[in-house]
């Protein structure tokens, strides 16, 4: 790979490609590598300690690699890992460098498109029992209530590429359901997992009309724009090559493939180990 000082993308497999898309869209003129961990995936059943390990690992490998700024683009690692990691290690690692989420930039806005205060939450086992998004939504929009539910098969339908057949319908509609018992009027329904956006067809016909269902990659792509604007002392380090390349710690022929459900263009991975 030239010289460079890319943007780190990471996930702990292939949900963050979702969002790369989104933030090479409005940034095309960026440099940006992209991690996925798919040999340790997945990340939503693991422990609190398991999940920080894990992506502490993969932020010291997007240093190594000269990234300025690590985006998490995984609600599990964003929920379990990102805070010690801004607050502990950084300042032990790097000072220079900065490591960001996708639940802040959520929490800050997905208040706004609710007009009952009811916002539903289908995540990962592990986001749901971090609290994250209740917690970070009260501090912006304190009159909403937040009704959580796991999904915890989604993934894996997803990743085997099943989420498209008949089968999958069945545990589309049992989560769905079961998220919309909590509550009567949640009119904004929040995909807090980077992977669910490939369900949003399915999810719809399970749905009032009416209610609102939102992804993170276009919230999570303007917010790094503005914080580009407001940190020109990280803007200044990011080259801009326009490059985009893509590595995995599990079997790259397996990314490459799984990886066109996820990002529109064909790409070719290349194995890296991190520990």
Same mark, same amino acid.
């Given at each position: 790979?030239?010289?460079? !000082?890319?943007?780190?993308?990471?996930?702990?497999?292939?949900?963050?490609?979702?969002?790369? !898309? @989104?933030?090479?869209?409005?940034?095309?003129?960026?440099?940006?590598?992209? #991690?996925?961990?798919?040999?340790?995936? +997945?990340?939503?059943?693991?422990?609190?300690?398991?999940?920080? =390990?894990?992506?502490?690992?993969?932020?010291?490998?997007?240093?190594?690699? $000269?990234?300025?700024?690590?985006?998490?683009?995984?609600?599990?690692?964003?929920?379990?890992?990102?805070?010690?990691?801004?607050?502990?290690?950084?300042?032990?690692?790097?000072?220079?460098?900065?490591?960001?989420?996708?639940?802040?930039?959520?929490?800050?806005?997905?208040?706004?498109?609710?007009?009952?205060?009811?916002?539903?939450?289908?995540?990962?086992?592990?986001?749901? @029992?971090?609290?994250?998004?209740?917690?970070?939504?009260?501090?912006?929009? +304190? =009159?909403?209530?937040?009704?959580? @539910?796991?999904?915890? #098969?989604?993934?894996?339908?997803?990743?085997?590429?099943?989420?498209?057949?008949?089968?999958?319908?069945?545990?589309?509609?049992?989560?769905?359901?079961?998220?919309?018992?909590?509550?009567?009027?949640?009119?904004? %329904?929040?995909?807090?997992?980077?992977?669910? +956006? #490939?369900?949003?067809?399915?999810?719809? !016909?399970? %749905?009032?009309?009416?209610?609102?269902?939102?992804? =993170?990659?276009?919230?999570?792509?303007?917010?790094?724009?503005?914080?580009? =604007?407001?940190?020109?002392?990280?803007?200044?380090?990011?080259?801009?090559?326009?490059?985009?390349?893509?590595?995995?710690? $599990?079997?790259?022929? $397996?990314?490459?493939?799984?990886?066109?459900?996820?990002?529109?263009?064909?790409?070719?991975?290349?194995?890296?180990?991190?520990?």
């Amino acid at each position: 790979m030239p010289s460079s !000082q890319p943007i780190g993308i990471f996930d702990s497999g292939y949900g963050g490609l979702t969002v790369l !898309q @989104q933030i090479v869209t409005r940034l095309p003129q960026y440099d940006f590598i992209y #991690l996925g961990d798919n040999a340790r995936a +997945p990340y939503g059943n693991r422990s609190f300690e398991t999940v920080y =390990q894990y992506t502490l690992e993969a932020v010291k490998w997007f240093f190594k690699m $000269d990234s300025p700024l690590v985006i998490l683009a995984c609600n599990t690692a964003s929920a379990k890992a990102l805070r010690t990691i801004q607050q502990n290690d950084l300042p032990r690692i790097n000072k220079e460098k900065r490591v960001l989420g996708v639940i802040r930039p959520t929490t800050e806005i997905i208040g706004s498109y609710t007009k009952t205060g009811n916002i539903g939450v289908l995540a990962t086992t592990g986001t749901v @029992q971090s609290d994250s998004y209740p917690i970070e939504i009260n501090k912006f929009f +304190p =009159q909403t209530r937040v009704f959580q @539910q796991a999904c915890p #098969l989604w993934v894996p339908l997803i990743e085997n590429n099943e989420h498209n057949n008949v089968g999958a319908d069945y545990f589309v509609k049992k989560y769905i359901d079961q998220l919309l018992k909590k509550a009567n009027d949640i009119d904004t %329904i929040l995909l807090a997992c980077t992977h669910y +956006p #490939l369900l949003k067809n399915k999810i719809q !016909q399970y %749905i009032p009309s009416a209610v609102r269902i939102v992804s =993170q990659g276009e919230i999570v792509a303007n917010s790094l724009v503005d914080y580009l =604007q407001r940190h020109p002392e990280i803007e200044n380090r990011c080259s801009k090559n326009g490059l985009r390349v893509f590595f995995t710690t $599990d079997s790259t022929a $397996d990314f490459d493939q799984h990886a066109s459900i996820f990002y529109d263009e064909k790409l070719t991975s290349t194995h890296v180990h991190i520990e």
